[in-house]
């Protein structure tokens, strides 16, 4: 599957003559693949000279399971597996200048609801620091924190609560 | 053994008095309590509102007095009592009244209060009010046999704010110190925490997150006029009052981590008042105004400490237990009332800061933002009872606690407001 986006991508790098594609963006769908034929492939006549056009939209947010970053119990340091999620939010927010992010920080539901707001506060900030070394621009960033206020899983169980430390980046 | 018969001792001594409105719980021994009988006032069969019965509430709330039987008296506000035969029933103050529907749809209320040690008239007071303000004439007339029977101003017509979440709707309540007569100050569909009390009474400073960030509001609560006073980038939370009601006290990160700032009560640029690496927060100052009690964790964990409030060195308070927030300071500045966490359970404690000794008063295991009442003698937290959340208050040794009327929903974020004028 991997190779025919790849194939798809290559495609209409060669077939959209003169549009400005760089590589950076090639499309996380694979929509464009079936109207691609396949060297050698059983060509049927008019239909393998068919184009579709694809427009890469540089302003694709991730969607939500790849812009949530989760932190362990009483913990702010940012575990290696979600290094390349930041990354790819970073590589985004770069590309446009206008775009403003805001990390929210979040907490389990255990302890006082202000030092919670605090808790939170810390991994909002270790996300935000994380892309501005990155090179995200300040302007562009804003960490702010829910505290316990906005759980995503209800109960107190420890996967609940897992659920629940987290920080969020949401594009404004 | 010994433990199990103090334990049996405690049982017999817990007795509990059912009201309409919410449940008294008295424990423990050696309690001083004044004994006071409520005769119900004469027209309260037809009133809207009984007036004898939220009197007795209020006063057995406060821990300082214990009702004694007036059932089947027929006396009001001039009927002269019969004092051996209050003193036979164990009473040491009676109190007496009347409530009349007046021509122009208003109640007259009536009372006066004897102390039947002494066969003396100890005053009384008369009100005429519509029907929507007979619980306060009620919470007054409380608050007067109070003052005259402790020397202390009572409570009674004080009013709290608390906040209750309902699904996703979120109600900022203006009620009566007994948690009833609740009014929506503000409803909305993000969160709302940390309603502060101005000191006049009129206003409430809180944070909300309508904005998909926390800020805080100024909000007068008779107009419902807003301000949006701290919108800073990053979060703003934890307001405080500073006692001239000039100044608040807040949490803000505009500057990187969680830090407190000081700031003019109607908005305008904050000012850092203590720079450090680690988290402050839950600023309180004390009532006269010269101190900061506040949430640090500098030393690894939080841990209350308190500073001068133009800033300066901090002194840590609190040196028991990991985990220790919420500073609420008496208005006497004798007692420190804060949630501590104790094997993983959170428990209202209270300090005595003369002496640094230290109790835990409640049996519950999810308390909240403890607040002192405005005469020190109260205090009101949120907890959770029988897997819901609830609203107390206690005396300050523990030994009384009842549970305030609620609303529907989950009800948390208690703040006791000031005397009124």
């Known amino acids: ?172 | 053994m010994l433990k199990r018969h103090l334990l049996i001792l405690m049982a017999g001594l817990v007795s509990a008095t059912a009201f309409a409105q919410f449940r008294v719980e008295v424990s423990g021994v050696g309690l001083t309590q004044v004994p006071i009988a409520i005769a119900a006032f004469r027209g309260d069969d037809a009133a809207p509102q009984k007036m004898a019965t939220i009197v007795t509430a209020d006063l057995e709330r406060s821990g300082q007095f214990r009702a004694v039987d007036a059932t089947g008296v027929a006396m009001d506000e001039g009927s002269r009592p019969e004092v051996s035969t209050w003193r036979q029933k164990g009473t040491d103050a009676l109190v007496t009244g009347s409530i009349t529907r007046l021509a122009d749809g208003r109640f007259d209320v009536r009372m006066r209060l004897w102390d039947v040690v002494r066969g003396q008239d100890l005053g009384g007071q008369s009100f005429a009010v519509v029907a929507g303000d007979l619980r306060l004439v009620a919470h007054r007339v409380a608050d007067f046999v109070y003052e005259k029977l402790t020397g202390d101003k009572g409570i009674f017509s004080t009013r709290i704010a608390y906040v209750t979440k309902v699904g996703q709707s979120y109600n900022l309540w203006v009620a009566d110190a007994d948690g009833e007569s609740a009014q929506s100050a503000l409803n909305s569909a993000e969160p709302i925490i940390s309603p502060s009390w101005a000191p006049n009474g009129q206003q409430l400073a809180y944070v909300s997150f309508e904005s998909r960030k926390p800020v805080i509001f100024v909000h007068d609560v008779a107009s419902g006029k807003r301000r949006l006073v701290a919108n800073f980038k990053g979060s703003n939370s934890a307001p405080a009052w500073s006692p001239d009601g000039k100044t608040l006290a807040a949490t803000l990160t505009r500057d990187g981590g969680s830090q407190l700032y000081l700031m003019d009560a109607t908005g305008g640029e904050p000012r850092r008042l203590a720079q450090n690496s680690s988290i402050d927060t839950e600023p309180t100052f004390t009532s006269d105004g010269k101190f900061i009690y506040f949430v640090s964790d500098r030393g690894g964990a939080p841990q209350i400490y308190r500073m001068p409030s133009t800033g300066g060195n901090a002194e840590r308070v609190t040196f028991t237990g990991t985990y220790n927030i919420s500073p609420s300071v008496s208005p006497d500045g004798k007692w420190l009332a804060y949630i501590s966490r104790v094997s993983g359970v959170f428990k209202l404690h209270v300090m005595d800061l003369s002496s640094g000794a230290v109790n835990a008063i409640t049996d519950t295991t999810a308390d909240e933002n403890p607040s002192f009442s405005p005469n020190g003698r109260l205090i009101i937290y949120a907890t959770h009872q029988q897997g819901r959340e609830a609203l107390m208050t206690t005396t300050v040794d523990g030994k009384i606690k009842a549970r305030l009327a609620g609303q529907n929903g989950d009800i948390r974020e208690p703040d006791w407001g000031p005397m009124q004028k």
């Not at chain 1, 549009?19 to 694979?30: H, I, Q, R, T």
């Not at chain 1, 008019?46 to 939500?64: C, G, M, S």
């Not at chain 1, 621009?137 to 629940?164: C, H, I, R, Y």
Request: glycine share 8%.
């Open chain 1, 1 to 172: 599957m991997n190779r025919l986006i790849w194939a798809a991508a290559v495609a209409v790098l060669l077939s959209a003559c003169g549009s400005a594609v760089k590589l950076d963006n090639v499309p996380v769908e694979d929509k464009s693949g079936t109207n691609v034929t396949k060297p050698g492939g059983a060509g049927t006549g008019v239909a393998e000279r068919d184009v579709t056009p694809v427009t890469l939209d540089k302003n694709k947010i991730p969607d939500a399971a790849n812009r949530v970053v989760y932190f362990d119990y009483d913990s702010y340091a940012i575990r290696p597996e979600f290094q390349a999620l930041i990354e790819t939010n970073a590589k985004l927010i770069k590309t446009d200048k206008a775009k403003k992010v805001v990390v929210e920080g979040h907490t389990d539901e255990r302890g006082g609801r202000e030092y919670n707001l605090a808790l939170g506060q810390k991994r909002a900030e270790a996300v935000r620091r994380a892309m501005g070394l990155l090179g995200v621009s300040e302007s562009q960033l804003e960490a702010v924190s829910f505290g316990k206020e906005k759980p995503v899983a209800m109960g107190s169980t420890d996967e609940a609560m897992a659920k629940n430390r987290r920080a969020e980046i949401s594009y404004r």
